[in-house]
């Protein structure tokens, strides 16, 4: 029973990764269950019974279809097969007749008729060899849960709900994977909060670069509110309000609507050169996940993509995009950026990005097979981005990003597999920019420290200081139990950022930083005192920085620079970040 009275107002605290308020009625996003109670059911009911599973069947069949519909000329257009073997699926008798015929024999409800069913079929499959065929018993599994939803007259998956007045619903969530995230580009959502989740989770980072507001590690959240209740989502501060009075919401209201304002001003600076006010100019680029992400970057002023996660390609799909795809991916991208630099990483799979039906069983992914190890272990993957990003290059100026590069050998096999896909396509003789740039994302620790080995065989250096941190102060940083220690300002980490950006300057290598610390405007006076001139981050943030760019004076800020890379009392460090950025 709920305790609760309808309507208190309550106060949650959680981490915020994505900034900005949003206003709106929770929609609760239920995780999937096949567990189900058994109960008799009585010989004058079987009919009625079976019927109610028909009803189910029918309900879970037309919101396939709509769901369908609905993906197939969107930006996950690739969920389409996916949806239709689920529809196949349920048009199959083990779903419309064997559990009608169960409720008849063993005069059982249809939840539990379809429960048995699902056993039934799961011992089938477990004596199945091919692997293709096994990874079915997912989808068989998948559809009985929609099946066994609809019956309990609940809610799966991530469903649209059409706003109540003007603000769009905001998302509750135990947990988010990033591929779920990809879908709310098909549904307007106003803000989501998950009770788990770190600030640079990959899930985060898909909050950011929509631009909406985000608090992960609420703990309670899914427990604590319910459908439809009015709450204040504050991404900035981390604090969500359940149910406010109605002088908070106005006071919400109020500063939705100041930040609004702030945000049509900041647009001004689109097309304004980024430099400092000595005259120094920084490169502001653009991290993207998909081609659609072109658009905003074009808004946002961004002078060239930095980093495109090229593994989004391949996610919320049973198969692997082959050539044809990701070349036609790739080009749309490179020709949306008229000529602009696009660095494209090679695919970063693993961790908690994981392929689908590739579910991996490390102990801990984020240490395993992941990113360029995974590239090196199945060569032909590899070599099939490679071939398509190299055909894309043609058409505008393509840069290569090689993910989590640690040692020599990786270095030597990674250029070669390169040097390989080119001599195909010249032998086939289809043209590529000879001269694309091959650059190593610096976010092992081994990489900083071992530096000048990246910079005689690499033509350019990115930070990804969202694993850099990870791997340096071992936080997981999709984990909500260790998120707290999560901290860019650890001296350990300055140092390490401070050291690579030098050593690549005076070996004049171009090095930029793509992790999230390029986006965080708190940061940049502290990066562009380092040296840094080339910075990435999601677009939504290039105007905030450009900002600070525009109003910093680095003969200014260099003694404040050099103070803080002394430090290492957190105390005095937050007073001299205060003194930087005032
Ligand atoms: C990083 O690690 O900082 C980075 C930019 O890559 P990703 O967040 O995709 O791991
Ligand atoms: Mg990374």
Not at 49 to 68: C, H, I, S, T
Not at 230 to 250: E, F, M, R, S, W
Not at 427 to 439: A, R, T
Request: hydrophobic share 45%.
């Amino acid at each position: 029973m709920d305790a609760r009275v309808t309507s208190v107002s309550f106060t949650m605290h959680g981490i915020g990764v994505s900034s900005g308020i949003a206003i709106g009625h929770a929609h609760l996003f239920i995780g999937m269950s096949t567990e189900v109670d058994q109960y008799e059911v009585a010989q004058g009911e079987i009919l009625r019974e079976q019927r109610r599973y028909d009803r189910a069947v029918k309900e879970v069949r037309d919101e396939l279809k709509e769901l369908a519909d609905s993906v197939r000329h969107s930006a996950a257009s690739e969920l389409a097969p996916f949806v239709k073997v689920h529809l196949m699926l349920l048009e199959d008798s083990a779903f419309t007749d064997a559990p009608r015929e169960i409720i008849r024999e063993r005069h059982v409800n249809a939840e539990w008729a379809l429960r048995q069913q699902l056993d039934e079929l799961s011992a089938q499959f477990a004596d199945i060899e091919d692997p293709y065929l096994r990874e079915r018993e997912e989808d068989v599994r998948q559809v009985a849960e929609r099946v066994l939803e609809a019956l309990a007259g609940t809610k799966r998956r991530i469903t649209a709900k059409p706003p109540r007045g003007e603000d769009p619903p905001i998302l509750v969530a135990r947990e988010l994977s990033p591929a779920d995230v990809i879908l709310f580009r098909e549904h307007p959502f106003g803000a989501f909060i998950t009770d788990l989740g770190g600030a640079t989770s990959h899930t985060a980072i898909m909050a950011r670069s929509l631009n909406m507001p985000a608090i992960v590690a609420m703990h309670h959240g899914r427990g604590m509110i319910r459908e439809d209740e009015l709450i204040i989502v504050d991404g900035t501060q981390g604090v969500v309000i359940v149910n406010p009075d109605k002088h908070v919401l106005a006071e919400y209201r109020l500063k939705q609507n100041e930040a609004r304002i702030e945000r049509e001003k900041l647009k001004r600076l689109k097309s304004a050169p980024a430099a400092t006010l000595d005259g120094t100019t920084v490169q502001l680029f653009a991290n993207i996940e998909l081609p659609a992400d072109v658009e905003p970057v074009r808004a946002s002023g961004a002078t060239g993509v930095g980093l495109f996660r090229s593994e989004f390609l391949f996610m919320n799909r049973r198969d692997q995009p082959d050539e044809e795809e990701q070349f036609e991916a790739y080009r749309s991208v490179v020709e949306g950026m008229k000529g602009m630099p696009v660095t494209i990483r090679t695919l970063d799979i693993g961790n908690d990005k994981p392929i689908d039906g590739q579910e991996s069983t490390a102990v801990n992914p984020a240490l395993g097979l992941r990113a360029i190890r995974y590239c090196l272990a199945e060569p032909h993957v590899f070599n099939t981005q490679l071939r398509a990003i190299l055909r894309a290059s043609k058409f505008g100026k393509v840069l290569i990003l090689i993910p989590m590069l640690s040692t020599w050998a990786e270095i030597t096999q990674a250029l070669l597999a390169v040097a390989a896909a080119k001599e195909q396509l010249r032998s086939e003789n289809i043209k590529f920019d000879d001269y694309v740039p091959v650059g190593a994302m610096i976010e092992v620790p081994a990489a900083a420290i071992a530096l000048p080995m990246f910079i005689r065989k690499l033509d350019f250096l990115s930070i990804g200081t969202n694993d850099l941190i990870q791997y340096t102060l071992a936080i997981d940083r999709a984990d909500d139990a260790v998120a707290h220690l999560y901290d860019p300002l650890h001296p350990a980490i300055l140092s390490l950022i401070a050291g690579v950006i030098r050593t690549a300057q005076q070996h004049e290598k171009p090095v930029a930083v793509c992790g999230e610390m390029a986006g965080d405007v708190e940061l940049t006076r502290l990066l562009l005192g380092f040296g840094l001139r080339n910075f990435s981050m999601h677009p939504a943030h290039v105007l905030t920085v450009k900002q600070r760019v525009l109003s910093t004076s680095l003969p200014d800020i260099a003694a404040i620079v050099a103070r803080i890379l002394k430090t290492d009392e957190p105390e005095r460090l937050q007073a001299l970040m205060e003194k930087l950025n005032s």
